[in-house]
């Protein structure tokens, strides 16, 4: 059984920057496309961000241009880098093994972390 981990997560102001990480508990990013998905209260959990395993990547309209997803295979670790954050961008962020990312559906993620808050408020 898989055991993904986020961290990073925090409250930054309006147009500020974090980055989350996600460490799977065994080798990991060679077997599954790579996602991040995020719920703001009272909302659906939402596609954000994902990374095939060719290293094809893929962002929601609402992040692309101000977030980045990589990888680290040596640390079993994927990142999300998060620039010019909006309030709207205030989440509990999940990471995910998926089958695909042909879409940001949650529909064939096999895996899930049990997510990290990001709050962007002034």
């Known amino acids: 059984q898989l055991q993904l981990v986020e961290s990073g997560g925090g409250l930054v102001q309006p147009g500020g920057s974090l980055r989350l990480s996600c460490t799977g508990s065994a080798p990991y990013l060679n077997f599954y496309s790579l996602g991040w998905f995020r719920q703001a209260p009272g909302k659906e959990r939402e596609g954000v961000s994902c990374r095939g395993r060719n290293g094809i990547t893929n962002y929601s309209d609402s992040v692309k241009g101000r977030f980045t997803i990589s990888t680290n295979n040596a640390k079993n670790t994927v990142y999300l880098q998060m620039d010019s954050l909006k309030p709207e961008d205030t989440a509990v962020y999940y990471c995910?093994?998926?089958?695909?990312?042909?879409?940001?559906?949650?529909?064939?993620?096999?895996?899930w972390g049990k997510g990290t808050l990001v709050t962007v408020s002034s």
């Open positions: 995910a093994a998926k089958a695909s990312c042909f879409t940001l559906a949650t529909s064939d993620v096999n895996y």
